[in-house]
């Protein structure tokens, strides 16, 4: 078991940043990767952005390309989600979840492990 916890998360103007914080324990060696997802009420969890649990290669939606930035601090077991630039439309609740070596990255459902979500609302 994984267990994941989000914070960071808040109510900015557009234009600013906020950096998420997703800290792991448990059996972390067993996830390859976190990734990044958002939902807003009505529509389907959206696919954000994803980085190897060794902390290298990143990969990002096109909408968040250039603005999101995905690290980890492995002496922490903590990914962070450093966003810039934030738009109205990035407002969501945002969720950090792992998957195993092997599972396609992007696919909520590959992701075996959630954690509970943090609001983030962006004003215009």
């Known amino acids: 078991q994984v267990q994941l916890v989000e914070s960071g998360g808040g109510l900015v103007q557009a234009g600013t940043s906020l950096r998420l914080s997703c800290a792991a324990s448990g059996r972390t060696s067993n996830t390859y990767a976190v990734g990044w997802f958002r939902q807003v009420p009505g529509k389907e969890r959206e696919f954000v952005a994803d980085i190897s649990w060794s902390g290298g290669s990143a990969y990002y939606t096109d909408s968040v390309k250039g603005r999101f930035t995905c690290s980890r601090d492995s002496a922490r077991n903590t990914v962070y989600l450093q966003m810039n630039s934030l738009k109205p439309e990035d407002t969501a609740v945002y969720y950090c979840?792992?998957?195993?070596?092997?599972?396609?990255?992007?696919?909520?459902?590959?992701?075996?492990?959630w954690g509970q979500g943090t609001q983030v609302t962006v004003s215009s």
């Open positions: 979840a792992a998957r195993k070596w092997g599972a396609d990255r992007g696919i909520s459902t590959n992701y075996d492990y």
